[in-house]
């Protein structure tokens, strides 16, 4: 399952792009609206951080269809990558309306505020690239938020459809390995949970032993000292 860096905080974006693994961002509108500022800049940044080669999903602000339409495809033409820019739309009869028309058009889709399997269902059928759905907010409101994604996975793996699962809305590390066991494609995770993927306590002791028992046999030096003699 590949992992994809929820926030647009260009400091995070930078260090996780560094030392992570990320396959790119994803943003929406209450991510961009935390930093604040000249948003268009702020996506030309993350864009410039993770390169050509990565996604970076922008949700559309626009809620007529027609305003949808024109703001997808301008949204790709500003940032001027149509092959890695995905363009999030939410799961609603004009989304859907408007992930067709795009979607017939080329343009990467991503339906998202994804709640149910028969959205995720309806949203594929209309040509949608990724489907996103909330795993936290079902969670969080006691529906199988994990059960949906394995509910998607399964349709979607017996339809032979290409869209892609791309879950999101992640409050905890479970949730995301969860989903990983269900066959999600993807999984977009914030700062906070991608930290705690990786830290675990006894690996930072481990390593603590490591060097201090290579120290007390071979002192300051180091493999690399010792090859380069
Ligand atoms: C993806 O970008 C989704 O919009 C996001 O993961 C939603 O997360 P939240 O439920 O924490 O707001």
Not at 39 to 58: A, F, M, P, Q, Y
Not at 114 to 136: D, K
Not at 209 to 226: M, P, Q, R, V, Y
Request: aromatic fraction near 6%; include cysteine; hydrophobic fraction near 40%.
């Amino acid at each position: 399952m590949r992992i994809i860096l929820d926030t647009a905080n260009l400091e995070d974006i930078r260090y996780f792009n560094t030392y992570y693994p990320i396959e790119g961002v994803t943003t929406n509108p209450t991510i961009l609206s935390r930093e604040g500022g000249d948003v268009l800049k702020l996506l030309r940044d993350i864009r410039d951080i993770i390169g050509e080669d990565k996604e970076l999903h922008v949700q559309v602000t626009e809620t007529e269809y027609e305003n949808i339409i024109v703001e997808a495809k301008a949204i790709v033409a500003y940032l001027g990558n149509k092959k890695n820019t995905f363009v999030k739309i939410p799961a609603t009869d004009t989304g859907l309306r408007a992930t067709k028309a795009l979607s017939d058009e080329g343009y990467g889709i991503t339906v998202t505020a994804v709640l149910t399997a028969a959205q995720a269902l309806l949203a594929s059928n209309a040509g949608a690239a990724y489907v996103a759905p909330y795993v936290s907010r079902l969670e969080n409101i006691c529906e199988d938020g994990v059960g949906t994604v394995a509910d998607i996975a399964e349709i979607f793996s017996v339809s032979g459809t290409d869209t892609q699962i791309l879950a999101a809305s992640f409050k905890t590390v479970k949730e995301v390995l969860d989903v990983a066991v269900c066959g999600c494609h993807a999984a977009t995770v914030g700062s906070d949970v991608m930290k705690k993927l990786l830290a675990h306590t006894t690996t930072d002791t481990s390593i603590e032993g490591f060097a201090s028992d290579w120290k007390k046999s071979f002192g300051e030096t180091t493999l690399l000292k010792l090859l380069k003699k």
